[in-house]
């Protein structure tokens, strides 16, 4: 019996890589190039839409310990983003291209993979085959409403956006320094200081700016960790200063001295020619990007090669549909992971990816499945999704927030986190030598 997987993006190819991993024959669907969404680029597989960063990827910070955990499980998603890191100080950013390149070729090279390059429009709800739906926030319309008739009710969803990203030789050198925030990371990000001229008229810009239509949007329908630079503007003059435009952490080294302000560019590709504005996720006009981003000192004659883009993010209710290992509660034989589960973020979409396909292959096999439970990170997500007894249930990212408190209280934060994640990776540790 072969499973079959709707969707290659991080979550479906992980989930793919997975069960052939344990000799399961999986049909891995995959509707681009034949049929391409508003954001993506290319037909590589695991294509990132949005940033190149795949956030911290230090054990005290609760995405760097999904990390982890997810190398101690083999993940595909993360062997790639290791394999083409770009420096990012602290975080786990990639080549974009050289990431998606290399697992298009995991998959298309593995014996027990089988990639269908076309689009599925519908789903038996009473399947008896294993079916995986990681079709993402980007579902086309004839899944989408194939998927509101499997759950017998509407999505919830809300927008997300994408940054702009530059070339390097466009920059004005002279007015920008390189750093990472406190010194941590190689010099990995550009910055471009502002004066609180600079940045109140920037400001003023930023507020007033032509919005590109969107179809029913709402500032109230926007995630948080992905809101619009502008949006972000207009809820107070200072808000970007305490956001992505914070100068906490970053001398000058022309004055040895905070900026008032500073954007953070940080690399997109392995050469270092491109770059992308850090927080700068926006849906204004591209002409309007061009004259308001220009702004920003060593901007001034910057070539966009591509602007931000806004798109619309769609996800079930799954604390009424699915169990923690995302099974749909009315029929086991259909899964779904990815950010149509609520889950948030690259590497939290590929972690749900994983937990499903791993229980998945032994509920095949005839075993039980595995609950990670919320001493881990994964477990902590997939118990978040399918128990969280909110009635507006938002998407979530991986935080030590969802994981299960320590029994002794510790204080300092950066010591319960360490504590945190020692007992986490000890926890898949013992679950994978008791096998």
Known sequence: MKVKII??????????WQLAS?????????MRPNKMTPA??????SELVCSNSLKADRLDNASGLLKGEMRKLNSLIIESADRHKVPAGGALAVDRDGFSAYITKKIQEHPNIQLVREEVTEIDGNSQEPIIIATGPLSSSAISDSIAKLIEQDYLYFYDAAAPILTYESLDLDKVYRASRYGKGDDDYINCPMTKEEYLAFYNELICAEEAPVHDFEDSKVFEGCIPIEVMARRGEDTMRFGPLKPVGLIDPKTEKEAY???QLRQDDASGNLFNLVGFQTHLKFGEQKRVFSMIPGLESAEFIRYGVMHRNTYIHSPKLLDQYYRLKTNPNILFAGQITGVEGYVESASSGLLAAYNLARMLKGKESVDFTNQTIIGALAHYVSQ???KDFQPMNANFGIIAPLEKRIRNKKERNMVLANRSLDTIDSLLSSE
């Not at 969707?7 to 793919?16: I, K, P, Q, T, Y």
């Open 261 to 263: 302000a500073v954007v």
């Open 388 to 390: 969280t007894p909110s």
């Open 22 to 30: 344990q000799r399961i024959q999986v049909r891995l669907y995959e």
């Open 40 to 45: 993506h680029d290319t037909e590589m597989l």
């Open 7 to 16: 969707g290659a993006g991080l979550a479906g190819s992980e989930a793919a």
